[in-house]
């Protein structure tokens, strides 16, 4: 995701972290438990909950952690700037390669590589088509879509946006929505005919970084970078209000249990986020959990959250790559069941 760029100037969002921090509620989000997993700067993280086993894209490769032993593995593939990790079927995996201009799929018992994917510049968030079967891959760089076949790996087509996409977002039907972080809009597109269907403006939205859907409601959650989450009807494009969260969103999630969406933010807060019987946003709960945390991945099934999490070492310079002070960076189990 659009971490690195951000990073430059988290320390003041530190001062919002201790305002949104004092709205917590104290009945539920409680961590569980807590997973160590080495240093290497993280992206997504991916649960495969039939496996019981949590994948991170890290910025050596994949790290996978056993969540009824504990066992932690930092490497269980080799890679550089790995971003998403995407489950495919016959126990296969796909992990983008952020700084390779590919992704891999890996059989996730081993970790053996299958086979590799040629990329645009900079492959980041992917997805699984099901209606199609087609592998979708954003490209942060070249400001485009791969489609590949989700069983051969073979390459189906390309779509050239108009800047810089992120997750890509399945709503069925064949259609995937995706945030256009740097014209602040959404882009609606078609997988079987690799087009663009519609733009969706996102007027005053800073950097659009996260989205998630709500499909039963049609309802989308942006969120930007100017401290502010929106929801949009995803059929007709219209914003149907906003609220206020902290800096530096990154991937946020939709609940299809509780119907809520989580918002992580690099300050430490962790937003929840329901709808309204209009379909505005209205925070739930603001919870104070830990520094660097801006992805997830939800048991809904099971009221899990996970949450990796870890104090970041800020780049130097324009195109530095943002690390993990020594010994700080965890995986925190959060309990989403209400007490």
């Known amino acids: 995701m659009k971490i690195v ?3 430059a100037g988290i320390l003041a969002g530190l001062s919002f972290f201790s305002a949104a921090a004092a709205d917590t509620s104290p009945a539920s989000y409680s961590v569980l438990r807590t997973f160590q997993a080495g240093d290497a700067f993280w992206d ?9 086993r949590l994948y991170i894209g890290r910025e050596n490769g994949v790290t996978t952690i056993d969540l009824d032993s504990g066992k932690v593995t930092p490497q269980f593939i080799e890679g550089k700037q790995v971003h998403d990790i995407v489950l495919l079927d016959h126990n296969r995996a796909l992990a983008t390669n952020g700084g390779l201009a590919k992704a891999v799929i890996f059989d996730r018992g081993t970790g053996k590589i299958l086979g590799e994917i040629p990329t645009g510049t900079k492959p ?3 997805a699984v ?10 490209n942060g760089i070249s400001h485009d879509v791969v489609f590949a076949d989700s069983k051969s790996g073979a390459v189906l087509g390309n779509l050239v946006l108009d800047g810089e996409p992120g997750t890509p977002v399945v709503a069925g039907r064949g259609i995937v929505f995706t945030a256009i972080s740097d014209h602040s809009e959404i882009s609606v597109i078609d997988v079987a005919t690799h087009k663009l269907v519609k733009q969706i403006p996102l007027p005053q ?8 859907l709500d499909n039963a409601k049609g309802i989308l959650l942006v969120t930007c970078a100017n401290q502010k989450a929106m929801t949009v009807d995803s059929h007709n494009g219209r914003v149907l209000g906003t609220v206020p969260i902290s800096k530096y969103p990154d991937l946020i999630a939709f609940d299809p249990v509780r119907r809520v969406f989580y918002v992580p933010c690099i300050p430490g807060t962790l ?3 329901s709808e309204g019987g209009d379909g505005a946003p209205r925070i739930d709960a603001s919870v104070a959990l830990a520094s660097g945390i801006h992805t997830e991945a939800v048991d809904a099934e099971s009221g899990l959250l996970y949450l990796p999490a870890g104090n970041i070492i800020f780049p130097k ?6 690390g993990v002070e020594p010994g700080t960076f965890k995986v925190l189990v959060v309990d989403l069941k209400k007490k």
């Open 5 to 7: 760029a951000a990073l």
């Open 124 to 126: 980041d968030g992917a």
């Open 271 to 273: 937003f929840i986020i």
């Open 44 to 52: 997504y993280a991916v649960l495969d909950s039939a496996a019981r």
């Open 129 to 138: 088509e099901p209606t199609t079967g087609q592998i979708v891959i954003m």
């Open 205 to 212: 939205c800073d950097d659009a970084s996260g989205l998630a």
């Open 317 to 322: 310079k324009h195109g530095d790559r943002p």
